[in-house]
Structure formats: C-alpha cells, structure tokens
C-alpha cells in the first residue's frame, strides 16, 4: 500500500497516534481540536479530574506525575513533543490517573473524547498507535520500579539526565530543570541530589548555571546510569 505523506504544514506530522491516518481525515481532526497555550509551572490537570480531552503537545515539555498524601511528588515521565498525553483515561473514561505540569511554555492541540472516540470507531488503525503508546508507558513504569531497586540514588539522577538529554548530539546539552524537579523525578530527597550534581560537576561531566543544567559529558552519565552505549 503507498505511505500518503502529511500535508505542508500539519500540526500533527510526527504524532505516532495520528500517522497512518489520510490527509483529509488529518485535517478533520486538526479542526476539531482546540489550541490550547500553558505557562511554566501552570497544571494541564490533575489527578481524579474527569479524562475529557487527550492532549497532543506542539512545543514545549510537561512532567507527569502523582503526589502523595505528604504532598510529595514522583515524576512518571516527562512529554515532549510530538508525544500525547491523557490517553488512559480516554480509553476507559476515568479520571486522570496522574497530574501535569508544563515544565516550560507550551503550545498544544486538545482533543475532545468525543472527537477521538469517534476517530478510533472510523479509523481502527489508530487502535495499533494507542496500544504501542500504552505499552510504552508500562515499559517506562516498570523500568522505574527496577531503578529503584537496582540503581543508588546517583545511578537514578544519571539516568535521569541522560533522558532528559534525549537523543541531542550536541557537545552541551542544556535542560531547563531546577534541582527540586530532578528530585522528584529521579526519586530522592533535594539535598542528595544536589550531593551527586556537585559529585557529577567535579568529574566534569555537567555544570550548573542557575536553575539550569548543562551536561558536557553524556556518555559518562550513561555509564554511571549502567545504560549500554549506543
């Protein structure tokens, strides 16, 4: 069967979910999502809201998480474009299952349930993307619960890091992450994270400027991280 290419200019070229879809029915769903525009540190929602709308992020980042009754967070993931976010509950019409924060300015399209349960009856290929997505997320989850056990907390900012990087060869990498939010996500108290950033700094693998880290040496927090080398 020939692969129909997206149109010049279709907001949702590089979006998994969406790519075996035809031009005119891109479209369609293109004109049935709403632009939406988050500030950093503003909530796209929260945990137990109903699951109204999945979220196709454009630009800028957004971390998942969960909070604890003590008010703690656990980072899940952080999203980045072309990545969705809020499948889960669209699937089996609960309430968000997690929260989340934009962790930079972002622009993104928001798709009703409506709108996107009407899409998968019409187009069952998108069924194949949303399990593909779904399974990633039990991946990530279960890769995270063997961190914790297999990695020191060091080992867990590392690998941190290095995600956060993503697939940049840039000889610097900057991330726009102050050291609270790697707490969270890399699961240990701000005080011993700011131990293995200044332990990492020594090395120099990464410097701080400010509430930004900027990582000079990838591979070398690969190792730490007991992550294989491309």
């Known amino acids: 069967m ?4 997206p149109e010049p200019g279709d907001a949702l070229t590089g979006v998994d979910m969406f790519a075996g879809l035809e031009p005119e029915v891109r479209q369609r769903v293109i004109a049935a999502a709403v632009p939406r525009t988050y500030r950093k540190g503003q909530l796209l929602f929260v945990e137990n809201d109903p699951g109204e709308s999945l979220i196709v992020l454009r630009r800028g980042a957004v971390a998942v998480f969960r909070t604890a009754p003590t008010g703690e967070r656990a980072v899940l993931s952080v999203v980045r474009p072309p990545d969705v976010l809020g499948e889960v509950s669209l699937l089996d019409a609960s309430t968000r299952s997690a929260s989340a924060e934009a962790i930079e300015d972002c622009t993104a399209l928001a798709l009703s349930r409506g709108a996107f349960m009407e899409l998968v009856h ?38 941190t890091l290095v995600r956060l990087a993503g697939e940049s060869q840039a000889p610097m990498i900057t991330i726009e992450l102050n050291q609270s939010q790697l707490a969270e996500m890399a699961g240990g108290s701000r005080q011993s994270v700011n131990q293995a950033i200044g332990s990492f700094a020594s090395r120099g693998w990464l410097r701080t400027e400010g509430r930004r880290i900027v990582v000079t040496d990838v591979a070398a927090l690969r190792r730490r991280a007991g992550m294989s080398d491309r």
């Open 2 to 5: 020939e692969m129909r290419l």
């Open 122 to 159: 019409s187009n069952p290929r998108i069924l194949d993307a949303v399990m593909r997505s779904l399974g990633g997320l039990i991946r990530r989850l279960t890769e995270q619960n063997a961190d914790h056990v297999f990695l020191d907390l060091p080992g867990r900012v590392a690998k």
